[in-house]
């Protein structure tokens, strides 16, 4: 069923321009199966396949996935090397894929602590999906909130001390926008899949007015039903932004006015 024009434009602007998942719940799904933890990962690589084709086909702008926190090098060793190693084949096997749909990978994460190979294998990939316009994927790696915070004050304490900025001027802005510059912008809704309730130290400057959405389904069955449900979820939720829901309303049946005005 086709939507009217108007109908399609009000969905397309209700949608999450940026979402963020938590990917949780692979080595259950293989436990679940008698299987190793590693078995589980392979299976939600699959998983993240399927979401960014269906964020690409829904028309999000930009996926964020936390693929490795920089809590996660505590797993043993064994399990993080087998990670490693399945990000450098994801990375060699996918870029061609990832190119050829227009989509921009970004990994965003201190890099630095992973091998030179991995790290010139993601310097090549971002360099081969540098100039494409659609979906913009960042893979957190190696990534905790904090580090991305206290990076930003890091620089603003250096533009402090070489007089480029005065400490009482500092505004928030200022401060998302080099979180920006860093990694990634404001989230719309915070996916986390696994059944667990809680934040994990991801994007956490970033989510200051996320919506977040709590799903049972373990990642490697997060699949396009599921998917969509969050985005149900989401769209159906009044956003207030601090404003009482009437103040909302005002402006939804403005904006509405406005735009038979213009019809
Ligand atoms: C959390 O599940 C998952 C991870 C820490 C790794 C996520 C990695 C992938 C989905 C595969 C690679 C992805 C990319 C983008 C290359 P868990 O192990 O904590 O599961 P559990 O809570 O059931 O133990």
Redesign the pocket.
Known sequence: MTLPEAQQAAVKEAMPKHVAII???????A?QRGKL?MF??QA??K??RRAVSFATQVGIQSLT?F???SE?WRRPEEEVSS?MN??LT??QREVKKLKNNNVQLRIIGDTSRFSEKLQQRIAVAQQETADNTGLVLN?AANYGGRWDMLNACQQLCRQVKSGALDEQQITEQDISTLMEENTVGDVDLLIRT?GDHRISNFLLWQTAYAEFYFSDV??PDFDDDAFGKAIAAFVSRERRFGCTGEQVQALLNNNQQNEDHFA
């Open positions: 990917m949780d719940g692979n080595g259950r799904w436990q933890r589980g990962h939600g690589v998983s993240v996935l693929a490795f926190s996660n990670l399945l990000f994801v990375l893979i696994g373990l990642w």
